[in-house]
């Protein structure tokens, strides 16, 4: 967003024009000529209409949402789901300031980075729209603010930071020492401004890449809807866990010294045969458990699994699952022949694991179409590649 847009998103007949026209399309509110300022009147629509089911309190309150910072920001839930609260809290990369938003609700004073002078007064207008009190928007970047703050002696009781991962040509980078600011390189001045550290990273990001990096770090995978969102990093000399947190449907966390115990005895079991006939209920473990590797961990005693990527299954009806229990119809042998016979031109829903090839691929081996007329589950376990028709 330049300047000119900010200043044009102040005025007030087009606050009014936003207010007049949020439920329309926002293309005919750009090509409308009786509506002031068109082309930035319906860029706004646009981002107010998606966000509010993504970021109801910014809809509320008609804030002004840039679109490459709307894009990048945390969702509503998933910044409530971060469990950091305190006394003070340094955000080092603001951005549309969503955490921030929510951090002031759990601490007295929120400082919070953004080095790009038009968005870092786009977050002071929004929070005063929104009547955020405790949230000091500060411009300048991560790196000269610490350096400074460390210079005077201040303190904080936690360090966030949600670093940007597009590089200054545009390209997607996942690995930490890429992103902007690097995190990893200012650790050494961050921690002596604070014992606690809370990073934000990409859905792609490797659980065993943050371990790697920080040593006594813990890990949280954050799903929403069965889609992974963030990867959260914490370093604050609590003993090293690892959890997945999906929200609506519950968590799982584990010490990671009793995640290794847990690990080497199943190492130690003997694999168990697959007892197709006797098992009625399917499981579908949320992503969070997956991206997290604790599968196995959480149907421990609840289902039968044979990898991190695997389903469940289950002879009776497990209770507790952060995931989905589906009741079986029928399991048998994957033949192509046997499924052209049964689903070929019929609406078909395909849930995959550990099977060798997507779903779109199998619909056209298949024949079969998209929908939700049948749903089965295609999976492979010790070698052999089974059908779960569901019912």
């Known amino acids: ?48 209409q998606r966000a509010k089911s993504k970021l109801p309190r910014l809809y509320a309150s008609r804030a002004i949402l840039p679109d490459r910072a709307f894009e990048q920001s945390s969702s509503d839930e998933c910044a409530a789901a971060k469990p950091l609260g305190g006394g003070t809290l340094l955000d ?3 951005g549309l300031g969503v955490d921030s938003m929510h951090f002031a609700e759990r601490f007295e004073r929120v400082v919070a980075l953004e080095r790009d ?56 980078v996942v690995r930490l020492e890429e ?8 650790m ?4 002596r401004l604070t014992g606690r ?42 003993e090293p866990m690892l959890a997945a947190e999906a929200i609506s449907r519950g968590r ?14 199943q190492s130690e079991l003997v694999a168990r045969d697959f007892a197709s006939e006797e098992y009625r209920y399917l499981v579908v473990p949320d992503v969070a458990l997956q991206k997290a590797r ?44 046997q499924l052209k016979r049964r689903f070929k031109g019929e609406g078909v829903d395909i849930l995959l694991r550990d099977f060798p090839v997507g779903v779109d691929e199998a619909r056209r081996k298949a024949g079969m179409k998209s929908g939700s007329k049948h749903r089965i589950a295609l999976t492979r376990i010790e070698g052999k590649a089974y059908v779960i028709e569901l019912e």
């Open 294 to 337: 604790l599968v196995r961990y959480a149907l421990s005693g609840k289902a039968d699994v044979w990898s991190n990527n695997s389903f469940g299954f289950a002879s009776e009806h497990p209770e507790g699952v952060v995931g989905r229990v589906m009741p079986i119809k029928e399991i048998y042998p994957y033949d192509m022949k």
């Open 188 to 191: 050494p001045l961050i921690g």
């Open 252 to 265: 799982v966390e584990v010490k990671l010294s009793e995640l290794e115990r847990f690990t080497a005895e």
């Open 1 to 48: 967003m330049t300047r000119d847009e900010l200043e044009i998103l102040l005025l007030p007949e087009v606050r009014m024009a936003i207010e007049e026209n949020i439920g329309r399309d926002p293309l005919q509110v750009a090509l409308d000529r009786h509506v002031p300022h068109a082309r930035v009147v319906a860029s706004q629509v646009k981002y107010l």
């Open 179 to 186: 992103c902007s600011p690097n995190v990893v390189a200012l």
């Open 197 to 238: 550290v809370a990073l934000k990273n990409s859905p792609l990001f490797d659980v065993d890449e943050a371990f790697r990096l920080f040593e006594g770090c813990s890990v949280e995978v954050i799903s929403l809807g069965d889609e992974c969102k963030e990867v959260m990093i914490y370093i604050d000399g609590r």
């Open 117 to 172: 002078e038009v968005l870092a007064d786009v977050v002071r207008e929004n929070m005063r729209r929104m009547g955020v009190e405790n949230v000091e928007v500060v411009t300048a970047s991560a790196e000269e603010y610490v350096t400074q703050a460390v210079e005077r002696g201040e303190r904080f009781d936690w360090v966030y930071a949600d670093p940007d991962r597009r590089t200054s040509e545009g390209r997607r």
């Open 92 to 94: 080092l990369t603001c």
